[in-house]
């Protein structure tokens, strides 16, 4: 998505309107200019909300809306695949941009994101798995569990966006693991898969940068296999993701977990917990790691009943 999972929420009345602006913003400043960026998205947000009210006004109507859709594809809830972007979207499936995308991966591991070993160790750890990954993103989590898998297990990786998506395609191209890996443009809320499909489920930065937290849990639950694995990487405190829009009208930290509860977004550990025991996932260890990136990360692993 082109817009932050809050966005979505305060802007869900308008979601056309700032998907456009965002695209244009983007393609404008990114990743040259990244101040006039925020300058820009922070007067588009003030403009439309103006006060603390109506921010807390907003979300409490959001709150009280049962199906909210996050993009003008309703029926498939999915990330609209611009013309314009289509070759370099296609392009992510090389094993060219697999290689860039390995290379971001052991950088990133040798420096802030040593969690990686964990993750991929909790996910890869037995063989003969099918392992569901939900947000492949840049696919730093994606490349991780890909150099563990073990030889008979397989993967399939989903992004909202194709063009995320397609860098599972490409890690595995330069993996040589094409035959067992796949990326695929598919959303959280309605996966289309059978239940009982998967041994693994598990997402890097996928849960909490996600809207409708529960729906994505429930959804994980649904396709698990009796005692299968949901295995999360998330930020310990959801305010370190929302500061800059919370501080932007006078949102205190205080304030903000209530706020992404009622939204329906990701609002900590405990809340998190609480819709895993709702839809038969219990905990089964959570691992801290140390605040040296702006934010703490959590290792979650929960076990389906």
């Not at 869900?12 to 602006?21: A, G, I, K, S, T």
């Not at 090389?94 to 993750?119: C, F, M, P, T, V």
């Not at 239940?195 to 409708?212: K, M, N, P, Q, R």
Request: charged share 25%; hydrophobic share 40%.
């Amino acid at each position: 998505m082109v817009i932050n999972e809050l966005v979505a929420v305060l802007f869900w009345q308008n979601m056309d309107e700032c998907v456009r602006f965002y695209k244009k913003l983007m393609k404008d400043y990114l990743p040259d200019n990244e101040d006039e960026y925020y300058r820009q998205s922070d007067a588009f947000k003030f403009d439309y909300i103006k006060t603390k009210e109506n921010f807390i006004n907003i979300i409490n109507e959001y709150g009280t809306i049962e199906k909210p859709l996050f993009q003008s594809q309703a029926a498939q809830y999915c990330a609209m695949v611009v013309r314009a972007d289509m070759r370099d979207s296609i392009k992510n499936g090389s094993s060219e941009i697999g290689k860039r995308r390995h290379d971001q991966y052991e950088k990133a591991i040798n420096s802030w994101a040593y969690h990686l070993s964990d993750y991929a160790n909790a996910v890869n750890n037995v063989d003969d798995l099918n392992v569901l990954e939900l947000a492949t993103g840049a696919g730093l989590g994606t490349c991780a569990i890909m150099k563990t898998l073990q030889p008979n297990s397989r993967m399939i990786s989903i992004d909202i966006d194709f063009s995320a998506a397609k860098n599972a395609d490409g890690l595995a191209q330069f993996l040589n693991l094409s035959d067992r890996v796949s990326g695929m443009n598919a959303n959280f809320w309605h996966l289309p898969f059978e239940e009982s499909s998967f041994d693994i489920v598990c997402t890097h930065y996928g849960l909490d940068e996600a809207g409708e937290i529960e729906a994505v849990v429930k959804e994980a639950s649904r396709v698990l296999k009796p005692d299968g694995r949901f295995v999360i990487i998330a930020r310990k405190n959801p305010y370190d993701r929302h500061k800059r829009n919370m501080r932007l009208f006078n949102i205190t930290e205080s304030e903000c977990n209530p706020l992404l509860k009622k939204a329906r977004l990701y609002s900590g550990f405990d809340d998190l917990v609480e819709t895993a025991i709702k839809h038969n996932l219990i905990i089964m260890e959570h691992k801290l790691y140390d605040r040296d990136i702006g934010h703490h990360r959590i290792l979650f692993a929960f076990r389906k009943n």
